[in-house]
């Protein structure tokens, strides 16, 4: 099965800049479309980003576009969410995930999930 590891979270300001990684085992990665979500303790996990196999579409929640860019380098089998301009209400644990070839927008659509990165926005 694929395993997914995300890295990069950390302890921010408000205005500053992350960029997350999400290393995947699969060896035909490039066949997944790969999505980033975002859960905290008072919330349910909810859509922050995807990006088509191909990587030619991009799917962004509205809180996060113009600040959020979700891209992929198959190559190295990754996915990677650049994050500037962070604001407090950002602050959650962060996952990658993926499902075969088409993009979802729901947890329930993706079949494999990291572990989490935390991220934490500080005002």
């Known amino acids: ?10 302890l921010v300001q408000a205005g500053g800049s992350l960029r997350l990684s999400c290393a995947a085992s699969e060896r035909t990665f490039s066949s997944y479309a790969m999505g980033w ?3 905290t303790p008072a919330k349910e996990r909810e859509f922050v ?6 990587g030619g579409s991009t799917y962004y929640e509205d809180s996060v576009k113009g ?4 891209s992929r380098d198959n190559a190295k089998n990754t996915v990677y969410l650049q994050m500037n301009s962070l604001k ?6 962060y996952y990658c ?6 993009i979802g927008y729901y947890p ?12 934490t926005v500080s005002s």
């Open 49 to 54: 980003a995807a990006i088509s196999w191909s």
């Open 37 to 39: 979500f975002r859960q």
């Open 1 to 10: 099965q694929v395993q997914l590891v995300e890295s990069g979270g950390g």
């Open 108 to 119: 329930d659509e993706y079949d494999y999930w990291g572990q989490g990165t935390q991220v």
């Open 97 to 102: 995930a993926s499902r075969y070839y088409s």
């Open 67 to 70: 600040r959020f860019t979700i």
């Open 88 to 93: 407090p209400g950002d602050t959650a644990v």
